[in-house]
């Protein structure tokens, strides 16, 4: 049952409760920026984002078949809590992700193209990669889109360009070596941009877009999850309008805060709920970076804020 796993030991970064810790959003920008790099917000009440470092990069991508970083990850080390990790899209059509790590957000090691999708014969892509921590079974589950020509032809055709996504993962426990990549959440729809929360007393949430066109829907929903591999629960409602995508999550005064990028209008929205159920909407309240775009967000001690604060190093 959904419910009997509610307080089961799972974790990102985003998921952190009750921390004094600023809000870190890792973002990135349209058109050149897609190429330029990762940019950081942070934010201490978590409606009002001031960008750092004038909005310079922090990391170029330099891996992957476009060598592009859209979507960037953030998160922390299940085993080292000093060792940040990211991981990012690094090509609209690909079969990998990036990934880098660092230990003050400012200098990074050697950026690697993970070949996630590469013996998925038909892969078109890979895109918005997230991780939870599985503190049970001691590895983490890495997760993003993917497309693969032939699966799913009960919903080919519902989405742009011929992409029919469904979310996919790996296993690992040190990003060097992964079990095979197998489908984590099918829906029964075109579905992108996963990413797990944390609700009352622990319960994991699973928050995806409807990438569905015809009809058109471009909505988020949310299913309940006994772990991060499933199973998982029915869906909800959608909670959102429609032409929305890049949900992300903090706990904010005691209750999950969902933020979303509405990409048509130039603008982001966001909600707050205590049960997944009932959403009260926050946007006319929230101040975001200009520009920015699909992202993540971390709860980081104040003295790597400090540092970001410095720029680029």
């Excluded at 699909?294 to 970001?308: C, F, K, W, Y």
């Amino acid at each position: 049952m959904i419910g009997a796993l509610a307080s089961a030991p799972f974790a990102t970064p985003a998921l952190a409760a009750n921390s004094d810790d600023p809000l870190l959003f890792t973002y990135f920008g349209t058109g050149k920026d897609e190429a330029t790099g990762l940019r950081f917000a942070t934010s201490d009440d978590g409606l009002t984002f001031r960008t750092l470092g004038g909005g310079a990069s922090y990391l170029r991508p330099e891996v992957g078949e476009a060598k592009l970083m859209r979507d960037p990850f953030l998160f922390r080390d299940a085993a080292d809590d000093a060792l940040w990790h990211l991981a990012w899209t690094t090509a609209w059509e690909g079969v990998t992700i990036g990934h880098a790590t660092s230990r003050d957000l400012r200098r990074w090691s050697p950026q690697v193209a993970l070949p996630v999708m590469a013996s998925v014969a038909g892969t078109r892509n890979c895109w918005a990669p997230e991780a939870i921590w599985d503190a049970t079974a001691r590895h983490y589950v890495v997760f993003w889109s993917s497309t693969v020509t032939g699966r799913f032809p009960e919903t080919e055709g519902t989405s742009e360009t011929g992409y029919n996504h469904r979310l996919w993962y790996v296993k690992t426990r040190d990003f060097a070596s992964f079990s095979a990549p197998q489908v984590l959440y099918d829906p029964g729809f075109s579905v992108i941009d996963g990413t797990f929360a944390q609700g009352p007393g622990g319960a994991l949430h699973l928050i995806v877009k409807d990438e569905t066109l015809h009809p058109p829907r471009k909505h988020l929903r949310s299913v309940a999850a006994a772990a991060p591999t499933g199973p998982f629960g029915p869906l909800s409602a959608p909670f959102t309008t429609s032409w929305v995508e890049g949900p992300m999550t903090a706990t904010v005064r005691g209750e999950t805060l969902c933020y979303w990028d509405v990409y048509l209008e130039g603008r982001w929205g966001a909600a707050t709920t205590r049960d997944f159920v009932t959403w009260r909407d926050v946007s006319a309240a929230l101040s975001m970076p200009k520009g920015a775009r699909h992202g993540s967000l971390a709860r980081v001690p104040r003295r790597l804020i400090e540092g970001l604060a410095e720029g680029p190093a």
